[in-house]
């Protein structure tokens, strides 16, 4: 009989190790996954007021950033976007070549987070699709591990205008989100944010040719990626003047305090 107990006594206890085992591990992947979906939820609402102050200089909304157990980091002057246009003839030019900053989340290890998922936007580097996000809010690959990253894709509108001196007239803008006004932040924990529209650039080029041509082509390299559309363009008698105005939103994130 104590042989029996015995045997029955280490099974009984072995038997609960391993349940206390899994169970102790299914709570820790289950909290895991509701920190991974808090920040995402999160940097959805950011992306949502970063959206609600651009054009508006002087604008400026608060955020409560909840403490999913990662690291925020604020990135003023990393991301490089270069934007060119090109009519493959007379039309060669650089309109844009700087930093406009990025923000990002150091998510907690999970073995269940999908790398390379889009929250806002898809992949593309610029966009002229009516209704297309700027926001390009997408989980991927750090140092440490899965990150969570914001940045801001060029978004390109266009229109004919008429003739003038028997050129056809293009008016193409551009339109960028700048966070080179951000103050630097690397932070773990809940953090207060303050959102504000800094400024508004608006800078005008004017391009004149007479070859008759169809399509300006703008691409756009982001953050190492690549990409481009076709803008069409008419032709006039004399050819074409092509007017390219850059809107340039300059938004500043900063640490909050009332």
């Not at 920040?39 to 949502?48: C, G, K, R, V």
């Not at 999970?110 to 997408?138: A, C, K, R, V, W």
């Not at 006004?181 to 608006?202: F, K, R």
């Not at 990626?225 to 994130?253: F, H, R």
């Amino acid at each position: 009989m104590p042989v029996t107990f015995l045997i029955l006594l280490v099974s009984t206890l072995g038997i609960i190790s391993v349940t206390y085992y899994f169970s102790i591990e299914r709570i820790n992947s289950q909290s895991e996954a509701l920190k991974v979906s808090t920040a995402q939820q999160d940097f959805l609402s950011l992306d949502n007021v970063i959206l609600s102050t651009l054009g508006q200089p002087g604008s400026s909304a608060t955020f409560d950033l909840a403490d999913s157990g990662g690291l925020i980091n604020v990135q003023p002057t990393n991301n490089t976007l270069a934007i060119n246009i090109s009519d493959n003839s007379s039309i060669d030019a650089t309109v844009f070549n700087a930093s406009v900053g990025q923000v990002s989340y150091d998510l907690p290890f999970s073995g269940s987070i999908e790398t390379g998922l889009y929250l806002e936007g898809d992949s593309q580097t610029i966009t002229n699709q009516s209704g297309s996000s700027p926001s390009q809010l997408f989980l991927t690959n750090g140092v440490q591990g899965p990150v969570i990253l914001l940045q801001y894709r060029p978004t390109v509108t266009y229109a004919t205008a008429g003739l003038e001196n028997d050129h056809a007239v293009t008016d193409i803008r551009i339109y960028l989100v700048n966070l080179n006004s951000s103050d630097p932040i690397a932070l773990q924990g809940a953090l207060p944010l303050q959102i504000s529209c800094a400024s508004t650039q608006v800078t005008t080029e004017t391009y004149q040719v007479s070859n008759q041509f169809e399509n300006l082509e703008i691409s756009s390299q982001l953050n190492g990626a690549q990409g481009a559309i076709s803008v069409p363009i008419q032709s006039g008698p004399q050819g074409s003047i092509i007017n390219i105005e850059t809107v340039i939103s300059n938004i500043s994130i900063e640490r909050w305090i009332s």
